[in-house]
T-cell receptor
Framework: RKEVEQDPGPFNVPEGATVAFNCTYS??????FFWYRQDCRKEPKLLMS???SGNEDGRFTAQLNRASQYISLLIRDSKLSDSATYLC?????????????FGQGTELSVKP | DAGVIQSPRHEVTEMGQEVTLRCKPI?????LFWYRQTMMRGLELLIY????????DSGMPEDRFSAKMPNASFSTLKIQPSEPRDSAVYFC???????????????FGDGTRLSIL
């Protein structure tokens, strides 16, 4: 089982739709959580951090449930420009330091 | 502001040749990370440095891979000899971390697309 697992996708949605991505992580020692976005043939870019209290950035809302080891990303009123792969990322801290563990990513395609 | 700078952007070479990938982190960042991305395995951390010291190289696939960080503004990832299965996109990323914890979000370079024939 992968340490970070995401919905396989792809998600094909019309403009204006609301779409939700889910992610689970297996290591309870994970301490920080992020969503990254990666456009085709580009580098991953930080979309937003994820906090236990939940956080919102415009049309994007991220939630973390530590008890269930579950992270979500909600995109409201989706735009064509939201088409990308969304990567769930957890940081696992261990004796030598910390490392980012990436999920495989969920592909989103927003259609006109 | 200059981001993470990687070179070359693309590299095509024959099996058995030595390949050197280069990275300049963001000025002021003290942690540097090398990743490899393939369709099959996604993004994998190969090695990371904190204050120029390798902290974790457990992701380095085998002895053919080596990485160095001689100073705070430069790192190399070398593959010798290269094999077709090394074909992937290699990303370098950097961040500022007060300690070796590496728990801050990272900024990625554009990547090097490596093809080994």
């Amino acid at each position: 089982r992968k340490e970070v697992e995401q919905d396989p996708g792809p998600f094909n949605v019309p403009e204006g739709a609301t779409v939700a991505f889910n992610c689970t992580y297996s290591n309870s020692a994970s301490q920080s959580f992020f969503w990254y976005r990666q456009d085709c043939r580009k580098e991953p870019k930080l979309l937003m951090s994820v906090y236990s209290s939940g956080n919102e950035d415009g049309r994007f809302t991220a939630q973390l449930n530590r008890a269930s080891q579950y992270i979500s990303l909600l995109i409201r009123d989706s735009k064509l420009s939201d088409s990308a792969t969304y990567l769930c990322v957890v940081i696992r801290i261990y004796n030598q330091g910390g490392k980012l563990i990436f999920g495989q990513g969920t592909e989103l395609s927003v259609k006109p | 502001d200059a981001g993470v700078i990687q070179s070359p952007r693309h590299e095509v070479t024959e099996m058995g040749q030595e390949v050197t990938l280069r990275c300049k982190p963001i000025s002021g960042h003290n942690s540097l990370f090398w990743y490899r991305q393939t369709m099959m395995r996604g993004l994998e951390l190969l090695i990371y440095f904190n204050n120029n010291v390798p902290i974790d190289d457990s992701g380095m696939p085998e002895d053919r891979f080596s990485a160095k960080m001689p100073n705070a503004s430069f790192s190399t990832l070398k593959i010798q000899p290269s094999e077709p299965r090394d074909s992937a996109v290699y990303f370098c990323a950097s961040s500022y971390t007060p300690g070796p914890g590496g728990n801050q979000p990272q900024h990625f370079g554009d990547g090097t697309r490596l093809s080994i024939l």
